[in-house]
């Protein structure tokens, strides 16, 4: 069965800081997976997705993830953080179905 | 603009008056599906359809009905909704199938409340 769990729930960060966000899943398959960003009162706007190329992938904003098979895990980073960054962030990971399986979501507070 | 449209943005509601949330994608996609958010459980599907005259349950089905009549609309019905049904909801699309580049398009939310 494919599962993801976020290992936090919130996380905060001073502006210019580094941004780690965790996510760790579970599949039977080559997985594909994704970090979608919600902003208040916004829909889900797609960060970056890995698809079996490059392990590090590099998404929009200065956000990038690795893909670690051997740890199970996708984290996002990003080097400085933004006020603009603070958000709610979701890792999401499919497998060959049409079926997303969505994390609980990480909380991401930035202080100036 | 390829985008995915919801409406209503925001309704209030009471227990067993029936409502119906409209989405529609301008993108020709196949697969387009319901999710719904709560604090601390992400989005869970609650139907999907992978094509016109093909929807099936997803995760959290009960109390929702859907229709697929026409490719770019997915309206989400229902039919008595009740308190435990106030929620955010999002629809999506995508190209099919999913995998390796397929990215699903969410639209900007249905906040319900239902009294």
């Known amino acids: 069965a494919q599962s993801v769990t976020q290992l936090d729930s919130h996380v905060s960060v001073s502006e210019g800081t580094p941004v780690l966000l965790r996510c760790n899943y579970s599949s039977s398959y080559s997985p594909s997976l994704f970090w979608y960003v919600q902003h208040p009162n916004k829909g889900l706007q797609l960060l970056l997705k890995y698809t079996s190329a490059a392990t590090l992938v590099k998404g929009i904003n200065g956000f990038e993830a690795e893909f670690k098979k051997s740890e199970t895990s996708f984290h996002l980073t990003k080097p400085s953080a933004h006020m603009s960054d603070a958000a709610e962030y979701f890792c999401?990971?499919?497998?060959?179905?049409?079926?997303?399986?969505f994390g609980t979501g990480t909380r991401l507070q930035v202080f100036p | 603009e390829a985008q995915v449209t919801q409406n209503p943005r925001y309704l209030i509601t009471v227990t067993g008056k029936k409502l119906t949330v409209t989405c529609s994608q301008n993108m020709n996609h196949e697969y387009m599906s319901w999710y719904r958010q709560d604090p601390g459980l992400g989005l869970r599907q609650i139907y999907y359809?992978?094509?016109?005259?093909?929807?099936d349950k997803g995760d959290v089905p009960e109390g929702y009905k859907v229709s697929r009549k026409e490719k770019r609309n997915f309206p989400l019905i229902l039919e008595s909704p009740s308190p435990n049904q106030t929620s955010l909801y999002f629809c999506a699309s995508s190209q099919r199938p999913h995998g390796p580049g397929k990215t699903q398009y969410f639209g900007p939310g249905t906040r319900l409340l239902v009294l």
């Open positions: 359809s992978m094509n016109v005259e093909v929807t």
């Open positions: 999401v990971v499919t497998v060959a179905t049409d079926k997303l399986i």
